[in-house]
């Protein structure tokens, strides 16, 4: 089955603490996507990736690396992790990066900073 | 202001009504209109796609585009209790890649 995967699904962690999130796709997609999701301020890009070794920063990537070693996977790594970085977060994969190519979602993973 | 502003509801209807759903944007630059479906405790995923001004329609669903105006919709006719979900609207830029912005989503329950 063609999907996006995340683990972990829940994680509760404290200030400071480094953690990763990871990202695995089957489908082959040179374009991968982080995103959070708030409350009143929707989803927000983080870091995506064009293909391996090809990074760049979205709209809010204080806080928050990345790495693409291998076309699969993309996993978010924070190395401090703070309160307000209390969110929802997705990934997200295309085939391609142009412009119309639809983005898959994974199941997101709900991460809680105390 | 917001790239793409829309209201977040929650709308309740009955089972059976037709929904209509609403982003504005205020860039003229974004080309390229989705809506995405949320249910809850899962990841968005793809609804609607269209890039040109006009109607487009899928079994029970329609999306409506109207660029003049930066307005875009979707309309869900005989709505069903497995409607109820949260409704994204999505947009991109010609030449920005993939980089999708979105829209706060709208809450919508069908009741029975």
């Known amino acids: 089955e063609a999907q996006v995967t995340q683990n972990p699904r829940y994680l509760i962690t404290v200030t400071g603490k480094k953690l990763t999130v990871t990202c695995s796709q089957n489908?082959?997609?040179?374009?991968m996507s982080w995103y959070r999701q708030d409350p009143g301020l929707g989803l927000r890009q983080i870091y995506y990736?064009?293909?391996?070794?090809?990074?760049d920063k979205g709209d809010v990537p204080e806080g928050y690396k990345v790495s693409r070693k291998e076309k699969r996977n993309f996993p978010l790594i924070l190395e401090s992790p703070s309160p307000n970085q209390t969110s929802l977060y997705f990934c997200?994969?295309?085939?391609?990066?142009?412009?119309?190519?639809?983005?898959?979602f994974g199941p997101g993973t709900r991460l809680t900073v105390l | 202001q917001k790239e793409v502003e829309q209201d977040p509801g929650p709308l309740s209807v009955p089972e059976g009504a037709i929904v209509s759903l609403n982003c504005t944007y205020s860039?003229?630059?974004?080309?390229?209109f989705m809506w995405y479906r949320q249910y809850s405790r899962k990841g968005p995923e793809l609804l609607m796609y269209?890039?040109?001004?006009g109607n487009k329609e899928d079994g029970r669903f329609t999306a409506q585009v109207d660029k003049s105006s930066k307005y875009i919709s979707l309309f869900i006719r005989d709505s069903q209790p497995s409607d109820s979900a949260t409704y994204l609207c999505?947009?991109?830029?010609?030449?920005?890649?993939?980089?999708?912005?979105f829209g706060t989503g709208t809450q919508l329950k069908v009741e029975l």
């Open positions: 997200a994969s295309a085939r391609l990066a142009g412009s119309t190519d639809t983005q898959y």
């Open positions: 489908m082959n997609h040179e374009y």
């Open positions: 990736s064009m293909n391996v070794e090809v990074t």
């Open positions: 860039n003229s630059a974004f080309q390229y």
């Open positions: 269209t890039y040109s001004s």
């Open positions: 999505a947009i991109k830029r010609t030449g920005g890649g993939n980089k999708l912005t």
